[in-house]
């Protein structure tokens, strides 16, 4: 079944609000942090879990790809309400957007969007 984009994106969005919360709820909690750990993977795995997420299609990879900037966006947040990026050369873009992207970020993504695509 072929799904419209203005449908797609409501979608996205509101999946993205159900992992990551409101802006708004956001704004007037205390920041958590949502650094994800890296976890331990082999070369083997990490291809593994890469090749998954690329190989996501359609809502699927419309969901992994907002999961992605969604955590992204959580990391610059907090980093600026903390004040993480003060000894860090490129500041809190530095922090969550250069190497924010991890085997374990990715792995999540793909379970959650793959779970979530099954339910519907």
């Keep these: 079944m072929k799904t419209s984009p203005h449908l797609r994106a409501l979608l996205v969005t509101a999946l993205v609000a159900q992992l990551f919360g409101s802006a708004s709820a956001q704004k007037a909690a205390t920041p958590v942090d949502p650094r994800i750990p890296k976890g331990s993977y082999t070369s083997e795995q990490e291809a593994e879990v890469l090749a998954q997420f690329n190989a996501m299609q359609g809502l699927q990879k419309d969901c992994g790809d907002a999961?992605?900037?969604a955590y992204q966006e959580s990391l610059?947040?907090?980093c600026v309400a903390t004040d993480g990026g003060k000894n860090i050369g490129?500041?809190?873009d530095h922090v969550a957007y250069a190497w924010s992207l991890h085997t374990k970020v990715l792995e999540l993504a793909f379970e959650h969007c793959t779970s979530t695509a099954k339910g519907h």
Excluded: F, L, N, P
């Design 67 to 69: 999961y992605t900037r």
């Design 76 to 78: 610059y947040k907090y």
């Design 90 to 92: 490129g500041g809190c």
